[in-house]
């Protein structure tokens, strides 16, 4: 028997999810969400959670907001607490390059209404005990900033939806994308099941272009290694809950995590992936884990002057992800013009966990032709014209917006 909805939905991921919610909450019709392997379960398993408010990119602090305006709807929604901890954040500059961007944050955390105010070194002290406080020039701190359990909060969109009538199958793997002429018809799945709607949305994360790829289409974004390590418990160093950082002179950012510390490192040359090497689960995937120690060993050097004895650090464990970054590190959110109902919402640039939620609002808004609460073309998906996102020379251009990303 032939099933129809009114929109499917492919990947439930954050992106994925956070799209079925925001559609369910405005009455889009019958909507499908498939997923290959169980919701929640890739990316979106492995993020280091920052939730930062303060923003320079255009639209940016508005995605965010909405998310922070989701996690408290679906609290309320499912009555069960998202677990959202509200440690605040600093950002930390010891160069004249990180100053400027440390006033760039305040002007643009003024003018949206985020708390912010410039810490002396004592009081940073006394937020962060490990730190050396000595090469810090200008500490600035924002009581408001958060992290979250990114899995709770992508199953919270997904209960969320589901509540509001949205149908979830995880464990369905999509084989492709159907069309005809110019027009979308639904999707395939790898059990032969065909399954109709005019409206396909393509959330499938790292794995986004395999399904476009037969359709002559090339998102452009390639998967890149993000990763953290996550030193041994230390509860009195590291306090639960104490502010995240950001350090751009160390190309760092940090975390507490229970009474361990969380630190996030970008290499100078930050690793790609070629979609088509992906496999279907990422527990299957090699991101090359021995590079662990070898990009610790670039990296370390830099924080060294802020974590002195970063040498000597017991780590206890080591996370590594794909985010997937766009050459100009804006997202892809929007209609696929070859094809008439087909869309897409990917390109995290590794800040989906804080921006999934304005993401998916947007990505709604234009499905239900409302008015966009930003300006879509931004992140429109054929802004860099045709790409070819299986070649080695535009993946190095994706991996090189990791390598000079600055923010947390
Ligand atoms: C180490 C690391 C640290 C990070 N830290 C942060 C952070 O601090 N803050 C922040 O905001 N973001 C962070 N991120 C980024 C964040 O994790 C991502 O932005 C987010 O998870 C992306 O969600 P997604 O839905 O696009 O991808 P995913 O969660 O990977 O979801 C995509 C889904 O699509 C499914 N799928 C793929 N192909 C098919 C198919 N053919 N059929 C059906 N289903 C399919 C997959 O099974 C998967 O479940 C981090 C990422 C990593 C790796």
Same mark, same amino acid.
């Given at each position: 028997m032939e099933q129809h909805y009114d929109i499917i939905i492919i990947g439930g991921g954050l992106l994925g999810c956070a799209t079925a919610y925001q559609l369910a909450k405005r009455n889009a019709g019958q909507i499908l969400l498939v997923d290959?392997?169980?919701?929640?379960?890739?990316?979106s398993a492995r993020a280091a959670c920052l939730l930062t408010r303060?923003?320079?990119?255009?639209a940016l602090m508005e995605l965010v907001q909405e998310t922070y305006d989701c996690i408290g709807e679906i609290e309320q929604l499912?009555?069960?607490?998202?677990?959202?901890?509200?440690c605040g954040s600093i950002t930390i500059a010891s160069s004249e390059a990180s100053l400027k961007e440390i006033e760039a944050l305040e002007e643009a955390a003024n003018r949206f209404g985020i708390p912010n105010e410039r810490i002396t070194r004592e009081r940073t002290k006394e937020l962060? =005990?490990?730190?050396? @406080? $000595?090469?810090?020039?200008v500490a600035l701190y924002m009581p408001t900033d958060a992290f979250i359990d990114s899995a709770l909060l992508c199953s919270g969109y997904a209960k969320a939806a589901k509540k509001l009538g949205v149908t979830l199958r995880p464990n369905s793997k999509v084989q492709t994308i159907n069309v005809e002429g110019n027009r979308t018809t639904g999707i395939t799945l790898i059990n032969g099941e065909t399954i109709t709607a005019p409206i396909v949305v393509n959330?499938?994360?790292?794995?986004?272009n395999l399904l476009m790829r037969p359709l002559q289409i090339g998102l452009p974004f390639t998967p890149v290694r993000s990763h953290f390590w996550i030193s041994a418990i230390d509860s009195e160093r590291?306090?639960?809950?104490h502010p995240f950082t950001v350090i751009p002179d160390a190309r760092a950012f940090t975390r507490s995590d229970v009474g361990a510390l969380i630190i996030g490192l970008r290499e100078s040359q930050c690793q790609p992936f070629d =979609?088509?090497?992906? @496999? $279907?689960k990422l527990e299957d995937?090699?991101?090359?884990?021995?590079a662990k120690w070898t990009v610790l060993d670039e990296c370390a050097p830099l924080l060294k002057r802020f974590l002195k004895d970063i040498d000597e650090l017991p780590i206890a464990h080591y996370m590594a992800g794909p985010s997937c970054y766009v050459p100009d590190a804006k997202f892809i959110i929007g209609?696929?013009?070859?094809?008439?109902?087909l869309y897409t919402i990917t390109?995290?640039?590794?800040g989906g966990v804080a921006a999934g939620g304005g993401m998916g609002r947007l990505v709604a808004e234009l499905i239900m032709k409302?008015?966009?609460?930003?300006?879509?073309a931004y992140f429109?998906?054929?802004?860099?014209?045709k790409v070819d996102p299986f070649s080695a020379e535009f993946q190095k251009r994706c991996a090189d917006a990791r390598s000079n990303k600055k923010g947390g």
């Amino acid at each position: 028997m032939e099933q129809h909805y009114d929109i499917i939905i492919i990947g439930g991921g954050l992106l994925g999810c956070a799209t079925a919610y925001q559609l369910a909450k405005r009455n889009a019709g019958q909507i499908l969400l498939v997923d290959g392997n169980e919701i929640a379960s890739q990316a979106s398993a492995r993020a280091a959670c920052l939730l930062t408010r303060a923003r320079t990119k255009p639209a940016l602090m508005e995605l965010v907001q909405e998310t922070y305006d989701c996690i408290g709807e679906i609290e309320q929604l499912l009555d069960e607490s998202l677990e959202l901890q509200q440690c605040g954040s600093i950002t930390i500059a010891s160069s004249e390059a990180s100053l400027k961007e440390i006033e760039a944050l305040e002007e643009a955390a003024n003018r949206f209404g985020i708390p912010n105010e410039r810490i002396t070194r004592e009081r940073t002290k006394e937020l962060l =005990p490990w730190i050396e @406080t $000595d090469p810090i020039d200008v500490a600035l701190y924002m009581p408001t900033d958060a992290f979250i359990d990114s899995a709770l909060l992508c199953s919270g969109y997904a209960k969320a939806a589901k509540k509001l009538g949205v149908t979830l199958r995880p464990n369905s793997k999509v084989q492709t994308i159907n069309v005809e002429g110019n027009r979308t018809t639904g999707i395939t799945l790898i059990n032969g099941e065909t399954i109709t709607a005019p409206i396909v949305v393509n959330a499938a994360g790292s794995w986004a272009n395999l399904l476009m790829r037969p359709l002559q289409i090339g998102l452009p974004f390639t998967p890149v290694r993000s990763h953290f390590w996550i030193s041994a418990i230390d509860s009195e160093r590291f306090p639960a809950n104490h502010p995240f950082t950001v350090i751009p002179d160390a190309r760092a950012f940090t975390r507490s995590d229970v009474g361990a510390l969380i630190i996030g490192l970008r290499e100078s040359q930050c690793q790609p992936f070629d =979609p088509a090497t992906l @496999t $279907d689960k990422l527990e299957d995937f090699d991101f090359n884990e021995a590079a662990k120690w070898t990009v610790l060993d670039e990296c370390a050097p830099l924080l060294k002057r802020f974590l002195k004895d970063i040498d000597e650090l017991p780590i206890a464990h080591y996370m590594a992800g794909p985010s997937c970054y766009v050459p100009d590190a804006k997202f892809i959110i929007g209609p696929i013009a070859q094809y008439t109902g087909l869309y897409t919402i990917t390109g995290c640039c590794g800040g989906g966990v804080a921006a999934g939620g304005g993401m998916g609002r947007l990505v709604a808004e234009l499905i239900m032709k409302e008015t966009p609460f930003v300006d879509p073309a931004y992140f429109a998906p054929e802004r860099f014209g045709k790409v070819d996102p299986f070649s080695a020379e535009f993946q190095k251009r994706c991996a090189d917006a990791r390598s000079n990303k600055k923010g947390g």
